[in-house]
């Protein structure tokens, strides 16, 4: 593909994702505790989950690996891609502990084009159209990047095994109040780690198609922890008055 064309393909991203915002902070996505009736045919949350998340690492690692850019350090930045969707894709799908909960097909199809969009704009960069040498490691941008990507990534897991652990006493499925870790300053510390994540591999990338998946990422997010936020307050009446929606002390 010609260089201008991805380019362009990668400003279109950031502006779509920029356009999306407004809607997003109007309509949570029917899906977990949002879930409404009237979005067409279902499929169950485990299977919409592998399904949704898997053509990510499967778009990315096939135009990595079908360029050329195998130095150490993009060999690096595919382990730490790798690493995130094996956990989203093959092994968070399992431990869901939803009472057979199901999600929109519409849904499923929406994120299937979303990752296989940012997939393809990230395996691409570092497939075909960056090598970073080994000095890249010893760059500030990488070692800042490297430690925020690491850091999001352990609270973004350390969250999900919170709230994935809540059910288990409770076969009915229902929802009880978080706490511990990060859910001591706010309602969604899940997506706090997985914006922190993205953000640390833009800027260990120091790339714009790095820089769109963390864009995207927060504006998927940022809008769903303010729906989740509202809702944990209208359903707990005693729901912690301090805690805030997704970034500690801040909102
Ligand atoms: P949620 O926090 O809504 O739910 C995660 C799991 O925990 C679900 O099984 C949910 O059940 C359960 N759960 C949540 N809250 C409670 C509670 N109070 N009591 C009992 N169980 C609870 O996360 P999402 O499903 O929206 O996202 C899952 C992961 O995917 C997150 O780590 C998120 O960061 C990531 N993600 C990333 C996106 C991106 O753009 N990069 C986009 C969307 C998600 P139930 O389904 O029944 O609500």
Redesign the pocket.
């Known amino acids: 593909m010609p260089v201008r064309t991805y380019f362009c393909l990668v400003i279109f991203w950031i502006i779509l994702s920029l356009l999306i915002l407004p809607a997003l902070l109007k309509i949570a996505a029917p899906?977990?505790?949002h879930t409404r009736k009237g979005w067409g045919p279902s499929v169950s949350?485990t299977l919409g989950w592998i399904l949704m998340e898997i053509v990510s690492p499967a778009v990315f690692a096939f135009f990595f690996l079908s360029g050329n850019g195998n130095s150490t350090v993009n060999m690096l930045f595919f382990a730490l891609w790798m690493i995130h969707y094996i956990n989203?894709s093959l092994i968070?799908p399992f431990r869901?502990?939803?009472n057979g909960?199901r999600m929109p097909l519409l849904i499923c199809l929406f994120a299937v084009a979303f990752n296989s969009m940012n997939g393809f704009l990230n395996g691409y960069w570092l497939g075909t159209l960056k090598t970073y040498d080994t000095a890249w490691l010893g760059d500030m941008r990488f070692i800042a990047g490297a430690a925020l990507f690491i850091t999001g990534f352990a609270i973004?897991l350390h969250s999900?095994n919170i709230?994935?652990r809540?059910?288990k006493n409770k076969p009915d499925?229902?929802?009880?109040?978080?706490t511990g870790g990060f859910f001591r300053w706010v309602s969604?510390p899940?997506?706090f780690?997985?914006i922190i994540e993205?953000l640390g591999w833009a800027l260990a990338t120091w790339s714009l198609p790095g820089f769109s998946f963390a864009l995207?990422?927060a504006a998927?997010?940022i809008p769903?922890a303010l729906s989740?936020h509202r809702w944990y307050k209208n359903y707990f009446p005693d729901y912690p008055k301090g805690r805030k929606s997704i970034f500690p002390f801040l909102f």
Do not use: A, H, M, V
Not at 173 to 178: C, R
């Open positions: 899906y977990g505790r949350n989203r968070f869901l502990r939803d909960k973004n999900d709230l994935l809540l059910r499925g229902s929802y009880q109040i978080p969604c899940n997506y780690g997985e993205w995207w990422t998927n997010l769903r989740n």
